[in-house]
């Protein structure tokens, strides 16, 4: 059974890594002047609830507009820069 824990947004302010910590017993709902406002999961638990796959960082950003460009820095062979000479 999944419990909820309920906090002030001002507790949440000063102790996010207590709200964090409890997200592992269920959700945890951010009141503001006593009505929930936010609710903050485990990431694990958004997917489930949305019924999607958990997509990596690179899958997210491939997903961007204009995101394709190619990139062809300058060798440093041929900028006069010479390896620094350890003893």
Request: without cysteine; aromatic residues 10%; glycine residues 6%.
């Amino acid at each position: 059974m999944m419990s909820i824990t309920t906090v002030s947004s001002r507790d949440f302010a000063r102790d996010l890594a207590q709200a964090k910590r409890a997200t592992t017993a269920g959700p945890v709902f951010v009141t503001d002047r006593g009505k929930p406002t936010f609710a903050l999961l485990k990431i694990e638990d958004y997917y489930k609830l949305a019924g999607e796959k958990p997509r990596s960082l690179l899958d997210i950003m491939d997903s961007l507009p204009g995101g394709q460009f190619e990139f062809d820095p300058p060798k440093l062979d041929n900028m006069g820069f010479k390896p620094a000479e350890l003893e």
